[in-house]
């Protein structure tokens, strides 16, 4: 088990940028794949990005181009940055790890973009 901890969700305008955070416990980080998944109100929850323990990467194709996953496996955290944001990128943004699927999840960061 891995416990995660979401930072950096905020009020932003549409085409404005904002970083998120994932501080994860525990030794084994760098062997967990991470992903980052959002769910807006009324809709289910949708992948946006995942990193695995090996490095690669990969986006959904609404988030192509504007946002970039990274991890830091010697501070434990993974981090989302997104630029060029859109009002439809409203979200609750989520943390998640796991080694095969997705079973370890955060509460969650609210991200709001004003157009």
């Known amino acids: 088990q891995v416990q995660l901890v979401e930072s950096g969700g905020g009020l932003v305008q549409a085409g404005g940028s904002l970083r998120l955070s994932c501080a994860a416990s525990?030794?084994?980080?760098?062997?967990?794949?991470m992903g980052w998944f959002r769910q807006a109100p009324g809709k289910e929850r949708e992948f946006v990005a995942d990193i695995t323990w090996s490095g690669s990467t990969h986006y959904a194709n609404s988030v192509k181009g504007r946002i970039t996953i990274s991890r830091d496996n010697a501070k434990n955290t993974v981090d989302l940055q997104m630029n060029s944001l859109k009002p439809e990128d409203t979200a609750v943004y989520y943390c998640a790890a796991g080694t095969g699927s997705y079973n370890n999840w955060g509460q969650g960061t609210q991200v709001t973009v004003s157009s």
């Open positions: 525990g030794r084994t980080f760098s062997k967990y794949n």
